[in-house]
């Protein structure tokens, strides 16, 4: 019988991702927006690794910028996995807002927004992609608004995190965010199950914000989050409670983060 496996002839890399690679761990990886490479790459000879992100790289960028030619950018968007698509706006939201306008482009950044597991290291950007436009409750679909419209003037929200080191007053903007919620059970279940992920574990914080409804940027409800999105440069620390929570505590939500992704 016939070896039916697919032969994948080994490529050196091509020298333009030579250009963009980053070391995970001491090994060669592609972290771009456009795709990620899952094995350590060859810089020097050839491998199977190399030939698959290159097909894949060189793939995305003809299609990328034959789409942004012809502005059609939720093309763009649907060939980038949810995670990275921020990094394509970042870099091109001034355009997409100069082309599609104040509603087309809340809801594309809404769809974007609320698939990031991590906003960390794109949260600088925040302000300015809110900012450009004039109205950010754009973002909210109908039941959202009727939702938000129902809220109280003035809010309690919650950001449920963590950290390896004691948090206090002096130190508590490291963990300020865009991403809250008005439901306490469900951040603390974040502060305990999600955070951790990203930063350290040894202490599980609630933080508790008081707020007009004039300063929520957005409100978001479709991944049972109940979020409440706000710029995090205006957050005025006055107003800030802290609260370690026990890592013991049992959440008295079970809410599964996985079924929206």
Known sequence: MEDERIHIEEELLNNEIKELVTYINGQPHLRHFLCWSYFPLDLTGKSTSNTMINQEFTFKKKKCEEYFKKKKYNDILTLLDKQTQIEWFIEHYKKVYSDIG????????????????????????????????????????????????????????????????????????????????????????????????FRGSKYIILLTYELDKSDVV????????????????????????????PKKYICKVNFNHEQFQ
Do not use: A, C
């Open 102 to 197: 104040d509603k087309k482009y809340y809801k594309m950044l809404k769809e974007i927004l609320v698939y990031i597991d991590n906003h960390d290291p794109y949260r600088k950007h925040y302000s300015d992609l809110i900012s450009i436009g004039n109205d950010s409750t754009e973002m909210m679909t109908s039941n959202e608004k009727k939702r938000f419209n129902k809220l109280p003037q003035k809010l309690t929200i919650y950001r449920g995190t963590s950290s390896h080191k004691k948090i206090t007053k002096s130190n508590v903007t490291e963990l300020f965010g865009n991403s809250w919620s008005i439901d306490r059970e469900i951040s603390i279940w974040f502060g305990k199950n999600h955070s951790p992920k």
């Open 218 to 245: 957005s409100y978001f409800t479709e991944r049972g989050e109940n979020e409440i999105f706000l710029d995090y440069t205006k957050i005025d620390l006055s107003r800030i409670t802290i609260e370690e929570i």
